[in-house]
């Protein structure tokens, strides 16, 4: 295996985020995450006995195994990968390492649902709209008005700016596609068992922990992102944009995503969160920034040019380091 050095990772963590601009997740062949949430049925279809109530101590140890596992077997086989790769040639190996980081990001992607929310917004199309909100979100949908519809894709892709970009690139840096990918795992965790209910309370809780952990650096360099990025762009303020995350961010219940939504929220002048529905019960977000004007559909625009800057500032930024220490 060649483990490459920091002026490698940097140029070839630069090539995977424009690889995801041009390509973005790919159709074929089937995505990494969709094995890997594959992966996580099958385990807890095996760890987990429908037909037995058990202790809540024990769901907690299940949770632990099913992380572990999933964790090593997605690190595991990226080793692997790109070892292989590396053997065959140098630039074999770089290749797969670009394209297996590429598919941990997802700037396309998230730009792709957001606009799907967008354009039936603003061709009068409701219904159509509120059918890929429910894409992208776990609230009911069927009664959202325009402006809640927006607001969900917003804060969408506010959200997953740390996911879907800064935190998967962190792990690139640090430790190649195989901890890129062992990243994407544990999100890809938390999304499927990281819930707080009645069924994923314990046996999720080890993975939603851990996803809390691994994006808390990320989270909070995104927040300077995207406050940069405000003051790049015209219409947006940067000083909005911290004062939001410091006097919001922290009321949010996750300890990360609190921050990237009050950045936006700040800069773009609006207020995210409030009130949404879960199965029909009514559930009051925390609300994030100060409302100077309604959120419109416009909105969802304008925070797709903060993940594209914020991307681009990653990239700006790592071959700029490339170049310092090459």
Same mark, same amino acid.
């Given at each position: 295996?060649?483990?490459? +050095?920091?002026?490698? #990772?940097?140029?070839?963590? $630069? =090539? @995977?985020? *424009?690889?995801?601009?041009?390509? %973005?997740?790919?159709?074929?062949?089937?995505?990494?995450?969709?094995?890997?949430?594959?992966?996580?049925?099958?385990?807890?279809?095996?760890?987990?006995?429908?037909?037995?109530?058990?202790?809540?101590?024990?769901?907690?140890?299940?949770?632990?195994?099913?992380?572990?596992?999933?964790?090593?077997? +997605?690190?595991?086989? #990226?080793?692997?990968?790109? $070892? =292989? @790769?590396? *053997?065959?040639?140098?630039?074999? %190996?770089?290749?797969?390492?670009?394209?297996?980081?590429?598919?941990?990001?997802?700037?396309?992607?998230?730009?792709?649902?957001?606009?799907?929310?967008?354009?039936?917004?603003?061709?009068?199309?409701?219904?159509?709209?509120?059918?890929?909100?429910?894409?992208?979100?776990?609230?009911?949908?069927?009664?959202?008005g325009e402006s809640e519809a927006?607001? $969900? =894709?917003?804060?969408?892709?506010?959200?997953?700016?740390?996911?879907?970009?800064?935190?998967?690139?962190?792990?690139?840096?640090?430790?190649?596609?195989?901890?890129?990918?062992?990243?994407?795992?544990?999100?890809?965790?938390?999304?499927?068992?990281?819930?707080?209910?009645?069924?994923?309370?314990?046996?999720?809780?080890?993975?939603?922990?851990?996803?809390?952990?691994?994006?808390?650096?990320?989270?909070?360099?995104?927040?300077?992102?995207?406050?940069?990025?405000?003051?790049?762009?015209?219409?947006?303020?940067?000083?909005?944009?911290?004062?939001?995350?410091?006097?919001?961010?922290?009321?949010?219940?996750?300890?990360?995503?609190?921050?990237?939504?009050?950045?936006?929220?700040?800069?773009?002048?609006?207020e995210l969160g409030g009130l949404?529905?879960?199965?029909?019960a009514p559930s009051e977000r925390?609300?994030?920034?100060?409302?100077?004007?309604?959120?419109?559909?416009?909105?969802?625009?304008?925070?797709?040019?903060?993940?594209?800057?914020?991307?681009?500032?990653?990239?700006?930024?790592?071959?700029?380091?490339?170049?310092?220490?090459?």
């Amino acid at each position: 295996m060649i483990f490459y +050095s920091l002026p490698d #990772m940097l140029w070839l963590t $630069a =090539a @995977a985020i *424009l690889v995801d601009w041009i390509i %973005g997740d790919p159709k074929w062949p089937t995505h990494p995450v969709i094995w890997i949430g594959r992966l996580i049925a099958w385990l807890e279809q095996k760890l987990r006995r429908s037909d037995k109530i058990e202790s809540s101590k024990r769901l907690k140890l299940k949770g632990v195994l099913l992380m572990l596992i999933t964790l090593a077997i +997605s690190y595991g086989v #990226m080793w692997g990968v790109v $070892a =292989a @790769a590396s *053997l065959i040639h140098p630039w074999l %190996g770089y290749a797969v390492t670009i394209w297996f980081i590429s598919t941990t990001i997802a700037v396309k992607g998230l730009k792709q649902a957001a606009m799907l929310v967008y354009t039936p917004l603003v061709a009068g199309n409701l219904q159509e709209a509120r059918k890929y909100v429910g894409y992208i979100v776990g609230r009911d949908t069927d009664k959202l008005g325009e402006s809640e519809a927006a607001r $969900a =894709a917003v804060e969408t892709v506010a959200e997953n700016t740390v996911d879907a970009l800064v935190s998967p690139i962190f792990f690139a840096l640090i430790g190649g596609a195989p901890l890129a990918m062992l990243y994407r795992a544990a999100n890809t965790l938390d999304s499927m068992v990281g819930y707080r209910n009645d069924k994923y309370i314990d046996f999720g809780s080890c993975s939603a922990r851990t996803d809390d952990v691994l994006n808390y650096i990320p989270a909070r360099l995104t927040g300077a992102l995207l406050a940069f990025s405000a003051w790049l762009l015209p219409g947006m303020s940067a000083g909005r944009s911290v004062a939001a995350i410091r006097k919001f961010a922290h009321r949010h219940p996750s300890p990360n995503s609190g921050i990237p939504e009050s950045a936006v929220a700040g800069a773009l002048g609006i207020e995210l969160g409030g009130l949404n529905y879960y199965f029909g019960a009514p559930s009051e977000r925390a609300r994030m920034g100060e409302p100077i004007r309604p959120l419109t559909a416009q909105d969802i625009i304008f925070t797709t040019r903060l993940l594209y800057l914020v991307s681009l500032l990653l990239v700006v930024g790592v071959l700029a380091l490339w170049l310092f220490v090459h």
